[in-house]
Every structure is written in structure tokens, then in C-alpha cells.
């Protein structure tokens, strides 16, 4: 929106710096951050107004969660993706198709997760909406989503599979695309679902992939860049710079308040908006394969849980204390700071090799 100042550059020569993508990108990062900040307290008073017992804990959980994160309320994503549409409203150009694709399916699994987090709280249960719903409601904008991505991008490369390190190589999946978007979207959402368990330990793994894809992003989007670089370049999708930015300030401004002890939790409201935003990201920057590298503490929490169900099943035995991954360190004695700070530094990592894959070809 603020981008059309720019066109007032020859009578005032400071609004030129509204066509630079890089300045746009910061001050989204910034505008989202202090309107996180500043909305948070009243949100997390209203919160508690209406949420007299807080976000229900799940009994066979860690026992201290019965005790120490009663009562603190929920459904913080609202907080997380307010800042984060206006932001992106007020700084990307509206003109942009992938701005407008990844707001969709972000906002949409955002309503999906708000949807779960009411039942929960209305029933005073842990067990909200549905698997099945959720995994229904979840694939059907997913598709919508990479259906929409693949049309903005045309050609070869809108159905194509890019593979990190090999340059040229581009794998075609014809029709198959869409779907092989939706399940990366799909798997994206719900393994930052299952990681957000403790204080902080989502957001801040999510903040630092959404700065490396910022980076991506505005790499792909530059045609000079990605010819240096020998990535497969896709005009217009350096926009979505502008909304991963947008997307770090918000979540640094939810982890003040989510900061331990938290005084909100995401629920799935922000959690199940998050992943699929990353999806989506990755999907229309074309490095699919890149997210489950940088996103690699999400995958293994949900391979965790896939060992623990497949093996109870088949054995009647666990393989893990708890899943996913994080609760089995809790049950080990390990402190949440300890563990949240250590899967933090794991996250750093793997951006840091999934950023690596860019220069190796």
C-alpha cells in the first residue's frame, strides 16, 4: 500500500525509498513489531477475561505443566498474525499475486486453529476440533493455495521441483504439483504445531526460518542474484521478503509476552498459521526441499511423534519417555529453559546449512 508513495519521489526525494524492497522488508519487521507490542498487553487482559481456566492441559502431560502454565491464556496467534496482515498490508505491493496467496493460506489455517482453540476452550478440554477436520480443512486450502502458486509462476518452473545443490536440475511433477504443495504446507503446519509445547520453543525457531527465507526470497525475486548464485529465478516472488519480515517482527513481539514464564500461549490459532505460512513461502520460492533442512527441528518433533505412535501400536511399548521430542527431555529432569535454549541453537544450525545449499551447486 505505502509503496504507491513512491510515485511522489519528484517533489519530495525521501519517498524513493518506498521502491526499495530491502527498506520496505525493515520497516514491515519493525511496523509489526511495535504493533505487537503495543496491542499485546490489552490482548492478553482480554484474554483472560474471557478465558477463566486458560488454555486446558492435557493430563498425561508433564506434571508440572498442571501446575505452573494453568490458567495462562490462548489463542496469542491472533495477536502474532494482526500484526503480521497489517504490516504486510501496509508495506508489500497488493499488486503481488504470492503476497496474496501466502496470506491466504496463512490466514486460513490461522481460522482453522482458531476454530480448535474455541472448541477447547468452550469444552474445558484438551481435544479440540478433529484430526480428521483439521488434516480435511487443512488439504483443501493447501491445494487452493499451490494451485494458485503454480498459475502465478507458469511454465516449467510453476510445476517443478528445484533441488538444492543440483543447479540445473529441475524435476517435473506436472499435475502432480499442487498436491505435492498442499503436503508441504500441510506437514509444515502441523509440525510447528507439535513442537510448540514449551515457552518460546515454536516462535523463535519459526522467526529464524522466516529470516532465512526472507533472504531466499529476495535472492530468487532478483534475476542479477539469482543468475550469480544459479538458483532458478522467480520473478515477483521477492515480495514475500517483505511478509517473512513482516512475520520475524511479529513473532518478536509475541515472545516478549511468550517469553517464560509465558503470560500467552499461540495455541493453535498461531501455531497452525505459522507452519503453513513457511509452506507456503517455500513452495512459491521453490525451495521445498530447503524448508525441511531449515525447518529441521520441526521435523525431527514430528518424526517423534510418528516413531512413538507406530511403535506403541505394534509393541504396546514407547520408544521416547513422552512425545514429542521435547517432553521426553522434560521427563529426563532437563529444565524448560535448558531445553528450549538448547533447541534454539539446533534451529540456528540448520538455517545456517540450509542457507549453505545456496552457494553449493
Not at 115 to 144: E, N, P
Not at 194 to 199: A, V
Not at 305 to 314: A, L, P, T
Not at 344 to 355: E, P, S
Amino acid at each position: 500500500m505505502l509503496i504507491n508513495l513512491a510515485r511522489l519521489s519528484d517533489q519530495l526525494i525521501l519517498f524513493n525509498l518506498f521502491r526499495y524492497l530491502t527498506f520496505r522488508s525493515g520497516a514491515a519487521c519493525i511496523t509489526a513489531l511495535v504493533m505487537s507490542l503495543l496491542l499485546g498487553p490489552a490482548l492478553i487482559r482480554w484474554l483472560k477475561s474471557v478465558q477463566r481456566g486458560g488454555q486446558p492441559i492435557r493430563p498425561d502431560g508433564p506434571e508440572r505443566h498442571l501446575i505452573e502454565k494453568k490458567g495462562t491464556p490462548t489463542m496469542g496467534g491472533v495477536l502474532i498474525l494482526s500484526a503480521l496482515t497489517v504490516s504486510t498490508l501496509l508495506w508489500a505491493d497488493l499488486r503481488n499475486g504470492y503476497v496474496w496467496a501466502v496470506l491466504f493460506l496463512t490466514l486460513g489455517y490461522g481460522a482453522i486453529g482458531f476454530v480448535d482453540d474455541y472448541i477447547k476452550l468452550s469444552k474445558a478440554d484438551f481435544r479440540g476440533l478433529s484430526g480428521r477436520s483439521k488434516l480435511v480443512l487443512q488439504a483443501v486450502l493447501g491445494l487452493g493455495a499451490s494451485v494458485w502458486i503454480a498459475y502465478l509462476t507458469k511454465g516449467a518452473l510453476g510445476t517443478g521441483l528445484a533441488l538444492p545443490v543440483f543447479k540445473e536440475l529441475l524435476v517435473p511433477l506436472g499435475f502432480a504439483f499442487p498436491l505435492f504443495g498442499m503436503f508441504v504446507m500441510l506437514g509444515s503446519s502441523n509440525a510447528v504445531n507439535l513442537t510448540d509445547g514449551l515457552d518460546g520453543l515454536a516462535i523463535v525457531p519459526t522467526i529464524i526460518a522466516a529470516g532465512v527465507f526472507a533472504l531466499i526470497a529476495y535472492l530468487v525475486g532478483n534475476r542479477v542474484f539469482a543468475d550469480y548464485l544459479q538458483l532458478h529465478p522467480v520473478a515477483g516472488v521477492g515480495e514475500l521478503s517483505v511478509f517473512c519480515s513482516a512475520l520475524i517482527g511479529a513473532g518478536l513481539g509475541f515472545l516478549w509476552f511468550n517469553a517464560p514464564p509465558a503470560a500467552v500461549f499461540m495455541g493453535d490459532t498461531g501455531s497452525l498459521a505459522l507452519g503453513g505460512a513457511l509452506g507456503a513461502v517455500a513452495v512459491a520460492v521453490k525451495h521445498e526441499i530447503v524448508l525441511f533442512i531449515v525447518g529441521g527441528l520441526f521435523v525431527v518433533e514430528t518424526v517423534s511423534v510418528i516413531i512413538q505412535v507406530f511403535w506403541y501400536k505394534r509393541t504396546g511399548r514407547r520408544v521416547f519417555l513422552m512425545a514429542p521430542l521435547h517432553h521426553h527431555f522434560e521427563k529426563k529432569g532437563w529444565s524448560e529453559p535448558t531445553i528450549v535454549i538448547r533447541f534454539w541453537i539446533i534451529a540456528m544450525i540448520l538455517a545456517l546449512v540450509g542457507l549453505g545449499t545456496l552457494k553449493i551447486r
